[in-house]
Nanobody, 130 residues
Framework: QVQLVESGGGLVQAGGSLRLSCAASGRTFGTYGMGWFRQAPGKEREFVARVTWSGGDTYYADSVKGRFIISRDNAKNTVYLYMNSLKPEDAALYFC???????????????????????WGQGTQVTVSS
């Protein structure tokens, strides 16, 4: 089991920055991949970013590439999402997720598919004013 708690959301002006954090507990943190997703009102949850267990590889949605950075500190059991140059369309509830099964458990799905993650946090709200 993995428990995930997000923090760092809030209200920011367009063009501003925020750092989201996700604290994990339970299974040894440095052994599984982590990701961020978001869901805006009336829309489906969408992939934002993923980082491998070591932090050595990262993947991003095209919509955030070049503006967001995902990183992790395995000593602190925490994954971060640095969000820069925020736009009103970035406003959403942001979720942290853990993939403890790895590629062997993806069943052919792609790494940005939410079904490849098996533990989820409750979310932290990000609001971007124009």
């Amino acid at each position: 089991q993995v428990q995930l708690v997000e923090s760092g959301g809030g209200l920011v002006q367009a063009g501003g920055s925020l750092r989201l954090s996700c604290a994990a507990s339970g299974r040894t943190f440095g052994t599984y991949g982590m990701g961020w997703f978001r869901q805006a009102p009336g829309k489906e949850r969408e992939f934002v970013a993923r980082v491998t267990w070591s932090g050595g590889d990262t993947y991003y949605a095209d919509s955030v590439k070049g503006r967001f950075i995902i990183s992790r500190d395995n000593a602190k059991n925490t994954v971060y999402l640095y969000m820069n140059s925020l736009k009103p369309e970035d406003a959403a509830l942001y979720f942290c997720a853990a993939d403890t099964r790895g590629p062997a458990g993806w069943r052919g799905r792609l790494l940005d598919d939410e079904s490849t993650f098996n533990f989820w946090g409750q979310g932290t709200q990000v609001t971007v004013s124009s």
